[in-house]
Structure formats: structure tokens, C-alpha cells
């Protein structure tokens, strides 16, 4: 509870102005919604006034004077009664637009604090924390510690208040008849307390197995390709009546316990009227309180169960939302393991060597594989550079080592003559542009994709860039052109559409070095060499390029070969020297002249 009002503290503060009128408009309310039960006790007691006056005036004339006054006043009490009820709607309507206002702009300010700082974490974090947990802690942490904000503070308020002035009012009349009225109520909290937390749980098990049931749906429909032609359909059809049934238990389970919810209350509630009136009307004969009393009581009993009632179903909320808020709190205080420096060193990008390795180690922390081994290497500016070697080599890690996305565990990485850990971010992403080796597009469309890494790109350059990466007739053949839509709601791009879409969106960065991970594996040798002579045209001399592959057709045209085997450095140079080497290039090379020579 303390670390909750703790982290909310800032917030609360923030919002101080929406808290205070909330709790004056909360009183205000309150005390509308209790004096209604004064003018019913008047009512009460008027009426019995005037039915003992009228028995006396037995026999003469005026009596019927009298009664007529009850059908004209009697109206009036209850018309005034109405207008209370409604000044206090009116409250009630402003409570909730300043409490739950404020739990509104609180929620909203912690998803953006816990977005952007999910978003500093390295890759291997997000990784290790799933992608699952991480929507779990903005999605469904921030509500739980929403409801407490919102509701949890309004129903708190509402309750210590009423609780207060009615006891107050009460034990004014008569405190023994008090103590009598409220004697259930403890028992009704408790009681609520652990029903709702039975339902709290079980409705938690109901909401997973909605989240299973729907993944599954989801993974069904995006893996549709897989199940037509596996002929799947029987299987998943059963699989899918396993989940809703396991979901439909769920759901039962809980219509059982949260149909006990609400007798339980009447029944508490039947209890202290019975006791208030059984105890009143004693009190009544023996003349020390009036029956409008025993009206006025059987009121504020009603006024307190749902106040009452709200305490337990408050205290569990509260749980809940400390336990979010832990949650968060530990998301937010999760600093990525890579740091960038602030500011940008003194010294300038220097020398011929674009990139350079030294003694290089890094072994992934999840699994401990050990994919680069001592490694050492050298990118000089201004050329082409092929890395090749068999899958699992280690090909991707030493590019993302290259670009700080992972940290190595020893050795040194030095970019234009400095270390790497003097780039700050934005020096960074100046100085690569990427082309993944699994294509990722946003659901957006082509013109967005393409333009994702540069902000105020007009649209000469988009088409440069689709001209560069050999997609723009794709792109022009389709209805909106660039502003197709792709993914989900749009058209479906070929595995080498999208390879070529994400070659355009790392040209336009315009960076220091290009840097494809085999990205031209889905285009054909035609397509490739024409993207590939637009790499010799089309960028700046001064740009180093650096291409994973697995052609030997393309390492054959760039300047530089490095071969990359069981996370070394094995071999490098041009192809004739290699070939001329007989090394591991060379087996590679006449295996894939053998390979060519069966297919064609
Ligand atoms: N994120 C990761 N977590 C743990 N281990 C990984 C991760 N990525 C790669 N590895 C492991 O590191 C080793 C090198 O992988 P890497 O992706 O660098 O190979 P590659 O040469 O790019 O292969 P390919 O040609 O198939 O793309 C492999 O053994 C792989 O299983
Ligand atoms: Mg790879």
C-alpha cells in the first residue's frame, strides 16, 4: 500500500487540483444522499402529528381540515425528496468526472512512461522478457492500478465520509439502536472481501483462457497457408473445441460464486432491518425515540450496505493494484545493459578503416551459445565486403555486434578509429543502415515502410529508393501505388517484394555503411545483379557496404571476402586469391558450381 501511494505520488500531485474537488463534490453528494432520510423521519412523525389530531377532533367539524392538510403537504415531501435525489445525481455525475477523469490521464501517463522505457531495453531483454509479459505489464498492471486510482479513491472516499456522517447522525438519535442497525455489516464486508477475491481469481483464470482461445484463433488465421495445405482442418477444428470448452468451465465456475454476490448482501441487509426495527419499536413504546425514527434508520442501513460492501470490494482492488504497480515499477526501473553516451565525442570519424574487430567474444546470455570466438576482422572504407560461411556461423551476431545492437563480452570494436561505446545513439543510426535477414514491414503503407528511418522524406526520394532497390514497377502496378496498404488489411508483398521494399527503406537512410543480411536471397540472380550494379552506382563512393550472403554469384563481385566458420574469422580476400587458396572458400565455391551445374 505504501509503495503504491509512493509511485503514485507524483501522479496524484500532478492531478492535486481533480482530487480536491472530487472529495468536496464526494461530501457534497453525501450529505444530499442523507438528508433525504431527515425529511422522511419529518414525514413520518408529521403524519402521526396529524392522525393523533385527528382522533382527537373526534366529532367536530374541523377534522376533515385536518386530513385534507395531509394530502397537500404529504406531496410536498415527496416532491422535495426528488429534487434532493436529484442535486445529488448531479454531485455524483461531478465526482466521477474529476476522480475518474484524474485515473484516466494517470493511466494514460504510466503507458507512456512504460512504453518508452521498454523501448531503451536491448534486444536480448525484450527477448528474455517476452513480448507477452511486456503487454501483460501495460496492458493489464496500468488497469489494475487504474481501477485503484479511479474507483478504489472515489468508492474510499465515498465510504469513509458516508460511513462517518451516519454513524454521526445516527448515534445523535440513539446509540443503542445504532449499534444494533450495524451490527451485521462487519460480516458483510468480510464477507465481500473473500467472495470477490474468489471471483477476482476466477475471473482471472476465465480472461487466460480467453487470451489461449484467441491466440489460437489468431495463430490459426495468420498460419492459414499451413493448415490448407497440410489439410489441417479437422485437427485445429477439434483443438479449437478443447480451448472454448476449458473456457466455457471457466466461465461457469464463476457465474457460481458471483451468483452468491448479491443474496449475500440482501440477506445481511434483511438482518439489520429486522434487528432496527425489532429494537426500534420497542424503543418506540417505551417512547424514547418516534417511529419516524425507525423510518429514518431503515434508510441510512440501505445508504450504508453499498459503502459497506465496496470497503471489501475496494481492499481486494487494492491488492490487485499493488501488486501491479510492483510490476511496473520493476518495468521502469529496467535499464537496457547498453548505455550510449549523452553527448558526441570531440574526436572526429577518422581514418580508412570503416569498422574493425579485436579479439572479439560474445556469447548469447540466454542460451550460452558462443557464437563469436576471438574474433578479429577489418572493414575498410569505401569497399564492398562479403561475409559468407554456413548457417549458424555466426554471420548475423558479428553484424549486430558491428552496429552495438549486443555487447560483446570481451574484446575491442573500434568504428572510423574510435570505440564503439563513444557513438551515441544518434551518431549510430547515421552511420548504418540495415537490412535485416528477417524481412519486418508495418502494417502501413509502402510509402510509410520505406520512409520508417528518416523523418521529412518527399516523394523523389521514395521513388530513388524503389528505383534502387529494383521494386519500383512492383510498387507502381499496385491500385494506390505507394500508399498501398500492405500487411493485414491490404495487399500481400512476395517474400522478394518485401526483401526489396526493406533494401529501399535502408537507402533512404543514407548512412555511412550499408549493411545487407542476406537480403537478396528472394530475388532472382537477375533482379540481384541489377541491385547489385546499383550498389556500385548509386552510392556515394565513400560508402563501405557490407553483405551477408550465401551466393558465391555475388561475393564474387565485391571486393573484399570474409568467411566466417564457427564464429572465426577463417579466411579473407578477394574471390581469385581465395579460390587460388584452396581454403574453405574454395570448397564452398566448387560446391555451389557442382550444385548449379545439377539444376540447370
Ligand atoms: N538471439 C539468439 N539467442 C541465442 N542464440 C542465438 C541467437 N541468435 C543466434 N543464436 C545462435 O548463435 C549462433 C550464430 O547465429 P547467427 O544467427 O549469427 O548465424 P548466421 O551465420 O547468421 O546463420 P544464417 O546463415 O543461418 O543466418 C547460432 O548457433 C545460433 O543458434
Ligand atoms: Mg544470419
Redesign the pocket.
Known sequence: MKLLLFSLRPHLYKHRKLLFWGTVFTLISNWFSIYPAQVVRHAFDFVGELLKTSKQMEGFSQKSVVTDALFYVLPFFGLFIVVLALIRGYFLYLVRQTLIVMSRKIEYEQKNQLFKAMLGYS??QI?AMKTGDLMARIGEDVANVRMFVGPGIMYSLNTLTLFGMIIVTMVYVNPELTFYSVLPLPLLTISIYYVHSIIVRKSDEKQKQIGVVSSFVQESFSGIRLIKAFAREKEMEKKFGELSNAYKTKALDLIRVDALFMPLIVLLIGISTILTIWIGSEKVIAGTITIGNIAEFVIYINLLIWPVAALGWVTSLTNKAVSGQKRINEALNTFSEIQYPENESQSPKTGDIAVEFYNVNFT?P??G?H??KDLSAKIEKGKIYAIV????????????LMMRVIQPQTGIIELFGRPLESYTRQELKQTFAYVP?DVFLFSDTIAANIAFGKENINHEMLENAARFAHVYDDIVHFPDKFDVKIGERGVTLSGGQKQRVSIARAYVVDADIFVM??SLSAVDTKTEEEIFSNLRSKLDKNKTIVI?T?RITTAQRCDEIIV?EG?KVVETGTHDELVSRKGPYFEFYTRQQLESQVYS
Open positions: 534486444q536480448n527477448r548469447y540466454d542460451t551459445v557464437a563469436i560461411g554456413r548457417t549458424g556461423s555466426g554471420k548475423t551476431t558479428l553484424l549486430q535477414q543480411d542476406d551477408v550465401h566466417v564464429g
